[in-house]
């Protein structure tokens, strides 16, 4: 019989398999290997992450000086003006409370009817009786104000709506709803005892109106700039209370 010559098929050695994976665009990883690049991707999404929050704080904070700054323009001009600064909340020369201040009214300007009686928004047609501003805002009526069909003075123009806050307050003289300046970020629920307007917003008020985290203001003899006025707000941002000021 012919002997049949059959080819002989060896098992490839590990280099030459290696190689042949090679050639085949197949790439191998061992387990430390695979273990180490799990890690250093954990890694960067950690510090990635922590740049996303500096990012967050930073901006949130551009925004409350921007409008401060805005702010602080406005009350400029209202003083060359009126050759004063907006009223705030005061009695007897000292300041009762910075938070609930008339400066939107002051900064937009009202309309004022009946002698005085009565004072609205240039563009509301809500009412607010003189008699309910000294205890609400800690005034008698508005500087800047005049009767219909005149239009008031604005200083403040291109408030977003994120900007102002209509806030249902409660006093001794009864409910009256005023419109607060406000920063955009409402004041943390868990700090609910050192909130501004504890005490003051009536108890049925939606979370929003009773968290509402309005600019404060001070011009009867303020702390910081004893011959100006003191503006600022207070915010919880990363978990920090900050404070942004003109001082």
């Known amino acids: 019989m012919k002997s049949l010559n059959r080819p002989i098929f060896r098992k490839p050695d590990a280099p030459a398999a290696a190689s042949a994976a090679h050639r085949n665009g197949v790439v191998a990883f061992t387990l430390i290997e695979l273990l180490t690049v ?7 999404a950690a510090i990635g992450a922590g740049l996303a929050g500096v990012a967050s704080r930073k901006a949130k904070e551009s925004t409350i000086r921007a409008q401060r700054d805005q702010l602080g323009a406005a009350i400029e001009s209202y003083r060359i003006d009126f050759n004063q600064y907006p009223p ?4 007897n020369g000292v300041n009762v409370n910075p938070a609930l201040n008339p400066l939107f009214y002051e900064l937009t300007g009202t309309i004022v009817s009946q002698q005085g009686m ?3 928004s240039a563009d509301r047609e809500q009412r607010l009786p003189s008699a309910q501003l000294q205890p609400a805002l800690g005034v008698q009526g508005f500087v800047n104000s005049t009767e219909a069909p005149q239009r008031p003075k604005t200083f403040l123009t291109g408030l977003k709506a994120n900007q102002h806050q209509e806030i249902p307050l409660t006093s001794s ?4 709803t005023v419109e607060l300046l406000v920063i955009p970020y409402p004041w943390p629920k868990k700090e609910a005892a050192t909130a501004p307007l504890a005490g003051r917003v009536n108890t049925s008020a939606s979370a929003d109106k009773r968290f509402a985290n309005p600019w404060r203001y001070v011009c009867s003899k303020p702390t910081n700039n004893v011959a100006a006025y003191d503006l600022w707000a207070e915010a919880y941002i990363g978990g920090k209370r900050v404070t942004i000021a003109n001082w």
């Open 118 to 120: 009565y004072y609205r």
């Open 88 to 91: 705030d909340n005061s009695l």
């Open 38 to 44: 799990i890690s250093i991707i954990g890694v960067l």
């Open 173 to 176: 003289a009864g409910s009256l």
